[in-house]
T-cell receptor, first 114, second 116 residues
Framework: AQKVTQAQTEISVVEKEDVTLDCVYE???????LFWYKQPPSGELVFLIR??????QNEISGRYSWNFQKSTSSFNFTITASQVVDSAVYFC???????????FGTGTSLTVIP | DTEVTQTPKHLVMGMTNKKSLKCEQH?????MYWYKQKAKKPPELMFV???????INESVPSRFSPECPNSSLLNLHLHALQPEDSALYLC???????????????FGPGTRLLVL
């Protein structure tokens, strides 16, 4: 079975603080793909990152960084020096090696207070 | 360019109306998806088209009827909807198998549907 858990339902931080969004996944596939999407109030799901299960190298893109740890089945997302524009719902998702289906977590609503 | 477009952005319809949602992409993607998203919930998969053929139907009621006229266009025909069908309807597409990022889904801005 495929499952993604985002235990943090809502997070509020003050602007310029760092914040980490947690994502824990379950899968029996040996090859799989993990994703993070951002959904601002406008509604569009914006693709942020894709990670293969065989590539555990962490990634940094500007103020965003991702920490993938297979040993703990986690794929956490950190925003450094948060800004008001980071306020959105963030979804972690998992896809197995077969089929097209995504398994989404329940999302974390991030509010950055000016 | 990773743009998926959807029209209309907003739609209000009565329970006896017939309407259609449209989704378009010109990225050469060969898989296209319809999702339904209720407030404060993750997207729920409704249909998947792969190479213009319906490959997944997640037990969606027949009042929702998908159509894929060509590789760039995906429609969702709506008929006799219920108020509980009010939601954000998202379209997505993903690249062919031999493309980079083939597993990634790229989403459109969605259509906010209100059924009265």
């Amino acid at each position: 079975a495929q499952k993604v858990t985002q235990a943090q339902t809502e997070i509020s931080v003050v602007e310029k603080e760092d914040v980490t969004l947690d994502c824990v996944y379950e899968t029996r596939d040996t090859t799989y793909y993990l994703f993070w999407y951002k959904q601002p109030p406008s509604g569009e799901l914006v693709f942020l990152i894709r990670r293969n299960s065989f590539d555990e190298q962490n990634e940094i893109s500007g103020r965003y960084s991702w920490n993938f740890q297979k040993s703990t089945s986690s794929f956490n997302f950190t925003i450094t020096a948060s800004q008001v524009v980071d306020s959105a719902v963030y979804f972690c998702a998992l896809r197995g090696i077969t089929g097209n289906q995504f398994y989404f977590g329940t999302g974390t609503s991030l509010t950055v207070i000016p | 360019d990773t743009e998926v477009t959807q029209t209309p952005k907003h739609l209000v319809m009565g329970m006896t109306n017939k309407k259609s949602l449209k989704c378009e992409q010109h990225m050469g993607h060969r898989a296209m998806y319809w999702y339904k998203q209720k407030a404060k919930k993750p997207p729920e998969l409704m249909f998947v088209y792969s190479y213009e053929k319906l490959s997944i139907n997640e037990s969606v009621p027949s009042r929702f009827s998908p159509e894929c006229p060509n590789s760039s266009l995906l429609n969702l025909h709506l008929h006799a909807l219920q108020p509980e069908d009010s939601a954000l309807y998202l379209c997505a597409s993903s690249p062919p198998f031999d493309y980079k990022n083939r597993e990634t889904q790229y989403f459109g801005p969605g259509t906010r549907l209100l059924v009265l």
